[in-house]
């Protein structure tokens, strides 16, 4: 099992350049979701997906766009960067209701 | 806005010590609630869940829940270097959202 795992660990992007990041888990959860962590502002939730075919937003989803593309993955897509959107992104999931979130290890991004 | 408040500190406490951590939720409705350590640089991992009022333990960590109050708290009993690091509490509503508080930065003193 390699829980949850995301892709890239790093990337440096330039302002107004897209790009994607994948999250896949190999638990059988349900939900998922994308966090980003920022220097004392804690991990704020960016979208969540509490089930196959279905995404919400969260408490920063501008310049953001989700998709989850079956029951393993879900992907967060930044179609034009900003620098505002340097930061850490976590994805996490749940099997269910009321358990704990898995994170993965995180995708370190900068703009430029 | 749902939210979740803690002290960020740094909460600084002698090794040995008991640290007591605390946590405030604005969403009546919230289900349930989680405390994470997260090393620097390193993704959170859940440290105590709780579901229901009262105190649950876990070996040096005790979680305590009150409805009524909104208020979560975490125990952690003869602290040790090895706990210094942030922690930071969730709350999970009916909707599955699952929203986090800022984070308590903690420093065991040897």
Sequence with gaps: ?112 | QKEVEQNSGPLSVPEGAIASLNCTYSDRVSQSFFWYRQYSGKSPELIMSIYSNGDKEDGRFTAQLNKASQYVSLLIRDSQPSDSATYLCASRGRDDKIIFGKGTRLHILP
């Design chain 1, 1 to 112: 099992n390699a829980g949850v795992t995301q892709t890239p660990k790093f990337q440096v992007l330039k302002t107004g350049q897209s790009m994607t990041l994948q999250c896949a888990q190999d638990m059988n959860h349900n939900s998922m979701y994308w966090y980003r962590q920022d220097p004392g502002m804690g991990l704020r939730l960016i979208y969540y997906s509490a089930s196959e075919g279905t995404t919400d937003k969260g408490e920063v989803p501008n310049g953001y766009n989700v998709s989850r593309l079956n029951k393993r993955e879900f992907s967060l897509r930044l179609e034009s960067a900003a620098p505002s959107q340097t930061s850490v992104y976590f994805c996490a999931s749940t099997p269910t209701s009321y358990n704990e979130q898995f994170f993965g290890p995180g995708t370190r991004l900068t703009v430029l």
